[in-house]
């Protein structure tokens, strides 16, 4: 049983077999710092990209899962929530990783507090292009379809998709990458004014302070896991940012 009262925040990690440092990383930290916690939370885009749970006995995939079940079994309650790569993360996967699929997005009560938890790709509303996109590819029809294809042309057509993504991306303006101010307002209204909104995507780090019909609220940007590990702590004291 884990003693200390923490939890950690971790989001758009990006796992993929041609960074193996960064697995490698997420790995030590599983049996290293997420031991510690009472709960792991990965806000999306734990993978590059996920084309079914039919690729779970993939190596690389199972490196990360055995590691996932082993902090799992030694007591830390690990729940993922999915971000725009990966939201083909199935059961079959949270069975085998021994973990818990959050829906986007979930209040959660800890150390006292209501914190509102989103991968964050909801919020940036000024991308009409890609919101386009997501209604498209969360259909569930369309996802049946989709997982019903041989994994070999999946994994091509997400290739074209990352390509396409990558060109539309020289495009669009940073603001518009941005979350909208409007929706975090919202959101945080629609949820009764928790004190905590966190989220990764847009791989800006950073707290901003803000009032919503006056309640005060702090929403915490986690980074991303290009260039080193970077993971978020709340304990009944609050919040701190960590590298990792
Ligand atoms: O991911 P990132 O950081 O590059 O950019 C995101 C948004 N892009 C995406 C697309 C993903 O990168 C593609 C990979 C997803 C894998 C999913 C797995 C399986 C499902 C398969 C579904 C087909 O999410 C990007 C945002 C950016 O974040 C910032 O928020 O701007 O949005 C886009 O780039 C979307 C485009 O603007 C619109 C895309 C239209 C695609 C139309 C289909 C073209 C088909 C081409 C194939 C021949
Ligand atoms: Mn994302």
């Known amino acids: 049983m884990n003693q200390s009262s923490f939890s950690l925040f971790i989001s758009d990690l990006h796992l993929c077999q041609s960074r193996p440092e960064i697995t490698t990383q997420f790995i030590a930290f599983l049996h290293t710092t997420a031991k510690q916690a009472e709960k792991l939370f990965i806000l999306g885009d734990l993978f590059e990209y996920w084309a079914g749970d039919d690729d779970i006995s993939d190596k690389h995939h199972t490196d990360v899962i055995n590691a996932l079940k082993t902090l799992s079994n030694s007591g830390t309650k ?20 021994g973990l818990t699929l959050l829906k986007d997005p979930t209040v959660v009560k800890l150390y006292g507090q209501h914190v509102l938890l989103s991968h964050g790709d909801a919020l940036c509303t000024d991308d009409h292009a890609y919101q386009a996109f997501k209604l498209q590819v969360r259909d569930p029809a369309w996802q049946l379809t989709f997982v019903n294809q041989p994994l070999a042309s999946r994994k091509a057509y997400i290739a074209s998709l990352r390509l396409k993504s990558k060109q539309e991306k020289f495009t669009k303006t940073m603001e518009i990458m941005d979350v909208n101010a409007d929706a975090v307002t919202n959101l945080l209204r ?16 950073n707290q901003h302070r803000l009032t919503v019909d006056g309640h005060l609220a702090i929403r915490w940007v986690l980074g991303d896991w290009y260039e080193q590990g970077s ?3 709340l304990d009944d004291t609050g919040c701190v940012a960590q590298a990792i």
Do not use: S, W
């Open 78 to 97: 690990i729940y993922l929530m999915h971000g725009n790569r990966d939201f083909l993360i199935a059961d079959g996967f949270a069975e085998v990783a």
């Open 190 to 205: 629609q949820y009764n004014y928790p004190k905590l909104l966190i989220h990764g995507h847009t791989h800006r780090p």
């Open 231 to 233: 993971c978020l702590k």
